[in-house]
């Protein structure tokens, strides 16, 4: 058997698509985007990005509806360009889920430290500088094999515990915006709003990091059992729902009344300056465990449906094909995927810098060519149903285009938000590496 069961319905792709976009991301980088650029340049980074990512998504919401196949990206590089680039934008997605997979599983031990700072026990080593604990790496690794399991214990599981989890996130997000409502005219005085253009340019190429996981959707759709029109609805629903989430928490952390300097997670630390409660900073946090499960479990999914598709064309080995017989899933391309989680949380807290920037890039290169195929497939399949028509056609295709190029160009060395050298590069060249190790490997065996 080589098919996927369909088994979601029409909600479980909408809160599939949100969860795997709102991860621990919001916990820790909206901090990190006002201390780089001011909550005001923050805020524009954040516009731009998002409108970057909503053009973007047009192309995937009417391919993804046109196209309802497993490894969403790969169907549709392949089917406009050939297996070469296929491979390339396959390859390229799957690093940005393994990135978020190992960011997850590093970020979880953080959470915990934060709310039980006694949790920390057991030092093993640094990594760049960060004192990593026995503790740490244990708690990933077995959340790791949980969140495994459930995955290939069948989706329709693992969305269910996706959507408990995403009621905590919406709990949290509304008491953070709603302490920043509250005390909206009580703006610090020592705020720096505005750090200049350049620092606006350093924070939006962390934003393609926030936002992936819409694609998310069309990587599960041959799972859908809803009409192919909405899978476009539910993926450019969940992206609407993703851009006002994030824009409202920068906002909130930005203006919020408390010091930066010693901040552990801002987020956190901005809810509870605003309620003037440890415990509300708390049950922020707790909630954040919650969107760390989301988004670990959207991109277990959508990365090993994406392995799947390339193993099921003979781009990858034959083994990562397989699909569990009682269960209908992908169980050797969800145990890969995993399996890089177990062993994430051996790099320690500062690691996450490295895999944010080295991920976010490798997705940049995939919406390039998923908006490069919305164009070919427009021309060279005019007749092709669409039950979900982006606007514009053509003309906002191009500009799904340029708006992934600029991207792009953000991440390479003579961009002031360049890569860094050896690591970031390192971790992009490995990975790259590795494709074509498999790829000569699955041609041998073909």
């Not at 709603?178 to 962390?206: D, H, Y």
């Not at 920037?357 to 399949?381: C, H």
């Amino acid at each position: 058997m080589n098919s996927l069961k369909q088994s979601l319905g029409r909600l479980d792709a909408l809160f599939l698509g949100f969860g795997a976009m709102i991860g621990w991301g919001w916990m820790i980088l909206a901090g990190v985007a006002v201390d780089q650029a001011g909550v005001l340049g923050a805020g524009l980074a954040f516009l731009i990005g998002s409108i970057a990512i909503l053009v973007i998504g047009f192309a995937y919401a009417e391919l993804a509806s046109a196209l309802p196949f497993a490894g969403g990206e790969h169907a549709y590089t392949e089917r406009a360009f050939g297996r070469l680039v296929s491979f390339v934008c396959t390859w390229s997605i799957i690093f940005g889920y393994v990135s978020v997979v190992a960011f997850e599983a590093i970020a979880l031990p953080v959470a915990v430290a934060y709310i039980f700072p006694g949790f920390k026990i057991f030092p093993l080593w640094e990594v760049a500088g960060y004192q990593v604990h026995a503790s740490e790496a244990a708690l990933g690794a077995v959340a790791a094999i949980v969140i495994t399991g459930l995955n290939i214990l069948g989706v329709r599981l693992a969305v269910r515990v996706q959507t408990g989890a995403l009621v905590l996130i919406f709990m949290a997000g509304a008491i953070l915006i709603g302490g920043g409502l509250i005390n909206f005219g009580t703006v610090p005085a020592e705020l720096e709003a505005w750090k200049g253009l350049g620092s606006v340019f350093s924070v939006i190429i962390i934003v393609p990091f926030l936002f992936v996981g819409f694609d998310v959707i069309p990587q599960s759709a041959e799972e859908m059992n809803t009409p192919r029109r909405y899978i476009g609805r539910a993926l450019m629903g969940s992206l609407v729902l993703a851009v006002i989430f994030y824009l409202a928490i920068v906002f909130s952390v930005g203006f919020a009344p408390f010091d930066r300097q010693d901040a552990v997670l801002a987020t956190a630390d901005a809810a509870g300056a605003y309620w003037t409660s440890d415990k509300v900073a708390a049950f922020v946090v707790f909630a954040g465990i919650g969107g760390i499960l989301t988004s670990w479990n959207a991109f277990l999914i959508g990365g090993s449906r994406a392995v799947f598709a390339m193993a099921r064309s003979k781009q990858l080995p034959g083994f990562l094909a397989k699909i569990h017989p009682a269960y209908g899933t992908p169980w050797p391309a969800i145990a890969l995927i995993g399996g890089v989680s177990i062993f994430a949380p051996l790099l320690g807290r500062n690691a996450l810098v490295w895999i944010v920037n080295a991920g976010a890039f490798a997705i940049s290169i995939t919406y390039v060519f998923v908006a490069a195929a919305f164009l070919q497939l427009r021309r060279k399949e005019p007749e092709l149903e669409r039950p979900f028509k982006a606007p514009a056609g053509t003309v906002l295709g191009s500009i799904a285009v340029i708006l992934g190029l600029g991207l792009v160009a953000l991440y390479l060395p003579w961009s002031p938000s360049a890569l860094s050298w050896p690591v970031e590069w390192g971790l992009v060249g490995a990975w790259y590496g590795l494709g074509a190790v498999l790829a000569l490997a699955a041609r041998k065996h073909a």
